[in-house]
């Protein structure tokens, strides 16, 4: 019934930037936080950032002024604007997002399968 695609990613260089995008499809009644999740080898899956449904939006720390997260309530989608990227943000990211169904009366958190971010020079 919930559909979400994942797209982004890919090898840059330190201080570049990339965007990651994923959609939230289905018999979708409410959208609500959507966020972004990454997880380095060896390493717990950490909240990168995450944005309500009203647009209030909390970032780690380590990524303070220079990811960026955003969302396109009509189209159900979520944004993740990386810029200054490091070595030490080498992960796979993960989107994620609480969504409520149409006739159900639950919602369900739905996770993409994940892009590999890799910053190198």
């Known amino acids: 019934q919930v559909q979400l695609v994942e797209s982004g990613g890919g090898l840059v260089q330190p201080g570049g930037s990339l965007r990651l995008s994923c959609v939230v499809s289905?018999?979708?009644?409410?959208?609500?936080?959507m966020g972004w999740y990454r997880q380095a080898p060896g390493k717990e899956r950490e909240l990168v950032a995450s944005?309500?449904?009203?647009?209030?939006?909390n970032y780690a720390d380590s990524v303070k002024g220079r990811f960026t997260i955003s969302r396109d309530n009509a189209k159900n989608t979520v944004y993740l604007q990386m810029n200054i990227l490091k070595p030490e943000d080498t992960a796979v990211y993960y989107c994620?997002?609480?969504?409520?169904?149409?006739?159900?009366?639950?919602?369900?958190?739905?996770w993409g399968q994940g892009t590999l971010v890799t910053v190198s020079s």
């Open positions: 994620n997002s609480n969504t409520l169904l149409v006739g159900l009366f639950r919602s369900l958190e739905v």
């Open positions: 944005i309500t449904s009203g647009g209030n939006t």
């Open positions: 289905g018999r979708i009644f409410k959208v609500n936080t």
